[in-house]
């Protein structure tokens, strides 16, 4: 086989790696992975004001919203994914347990705020309470650079099997 042909076949299995990498099952896999990651951040009390911004610790909570949180601690009714002293965001915890990652056609992953729940407390959707929390300073639903780098560093490891497998299929040939 001439350098050309095998320049050519090199060059149309990237193209087919890059293609088959970004199928709905990895991104999916990413977009989950991605939601996981805003979700623990804001457990733990930060936020990002922005995409590719820091991680900056959420607005402290009013001292009487802490106290409320720990007489429902003491009682088990705390929500186990909130903290009494930890900014994040609702008492119920179920706002960052409807942080959700998916994916529904080929190169495309997303991640949202699932509206199909009602919050227990105050009877609104998951999204109305999140622009509610953002609209008083709780900037929460962004990537920070830190997670930016982590998704391209997923998504680079996911195009490198890709290309492997490719190129050890031609080598077998």
Known sequence: MEAEQQLKLIIDSIKQSVDNSLSTTNMKKLAVDAAQNVKTRTRKGKGVNSLGGSEKQLPSLAENTVKRRESLK????????????????????????????????????????????????????????????????????????????????????????????????????
């Not at 199909?116 to 105050?122: A, K």
């Open 74 to 173: 003491r009682r088990s009714k705390l929500n186990f994914n909130t903290t009494p002293k930890k900014s994040n965001l609702t008492r119920s915890g179920q706002l960052t347990s409807d942080i959700m990652g998916t994916s529904t056609h080929k190169a495309n992953g997303q991640v949202f705020i699932d509206s199909g729940r009602r919050n227990q407390f105050s009877g609104k959707s998951s999204s109305e309470v999140a622009k509610e929390v953002e609209d008083i300073g709780f900037k929460f639903f962004n990537f920070s650079k830190r997670e930016v780098l982590s998704i391209v560093k997923d998504y680079g490891l996911i195009l490198s099997k890709e290309i492997v497998r490719i190129l050890n299929r031609i080598k077998s040939q």
